[in-house]
């Protein structure tokens, strides 16, 4: 996973992730928070994404879509609720193929010495439901998100 | 809590009412999403409620507030997620007085024998978050909207 550490306790609903990012607190907020950016480092990178929705504001949409190889999509979805910048998202998710499986997710920027903390949050219905999501390699895919956004982040 | 059961495990995030009722599912469905009925259930029976929005589909928001006898306003929001009628409802609430603390509760209706069991599970942030509704007496808020449902459910 390099340098993201997870938090999967068992017995638990929630996964948390925690990546330190070399930027300013509003910097990465700026760019988790910006549509054009999304495509560049949301998701595994062998997978395209495309936004269709990200309205950053409470009770908002998102949508991103993602391609593989063959064509195939593969749909997320949500809301914005509690948007406090620089410090905070709530939202909820949805993979579009299991629509009745919503997780919520809250996002904390820390900033210390420069660095900023970033720590995902997502917390499931059930413990099966997260326990789900850890099997289907959801880690994986949120660890390589988090690589991409820190070349993102780079020079910014 | 009279007929109205709760699950409440120590370290656990989330909060579950059962309650069931002497009524189709169908009928306990419709109830549960009518507007024109939410000011004779929903909330303890001290406190009057009125109906801002009530859009039940997916992406759909609702917003309730509760008013005491000196006219203080209470106002919780959210947003609906899958509704798969008439068995699940999932939405996101929050007291708009902590708007950050967003909770994530599923509806399950299930029919045996005539009965409905209604089941509400409230999956939150953190243990912290959890507790504290529980020490704000969310359960007997809970309880005494699931004996008012109860009522206005008699005779449909």
């Keep these: 996973m390099g340098d993201t550490e997870f938090v999967i306790e068992p017995g638990r ?3 948390v992730m925690i990546r330190a990012f070399d930027a300013p607190r509003d910097v990465v907020f700026r760019a988790v928070t910006d549509p054009e ?3 560049r480092w949301w998701g595994p990178h062998w997978l395209d994404t495309r936004v269709e929705a990200m309205e ?3 009770g908002g949409r998102w949508r991103f879509v993602n391609i593989d190889a063959s064509g195939r999509e593969y749909a997320f979805s949500g809301v914005y609720h509690a948007v406090l910048r620089p410090e905070r998202l709530v939202r909820t998710w949805e993979y579009e ?3 009745a499986e ?3 997710e809250t996002v904390t920027l ?3 010495g420069g660095l ?3 720590v995902a949050q997502s917390v499931h219905p059930s413990v099966e439901a997260r326990d789900a999501i850890v099997r289907a390699d959801g880690a994986k895919g949120g660890a390589q998100s988090m690589d991409r ?4 982040l780079k020079g910014r």
Tied chains: 1, 2.
């Design 116 to 118: 900023t903390r970033y």
């Design 13 to 15: 609903q929630d996964i």
């Design 97 to 99: 193929g299991a629509p």
């Design 37 to 39: 950016l999304i495509p």
């Design 56 to 58: 950053v504001r409470p």
């Design 149 to 152: 956004l820190a070349e993102v």
């Design 102 to 104: 919503v997780a919520l």
């Design 110 to 112: 820390e900033e210390s």
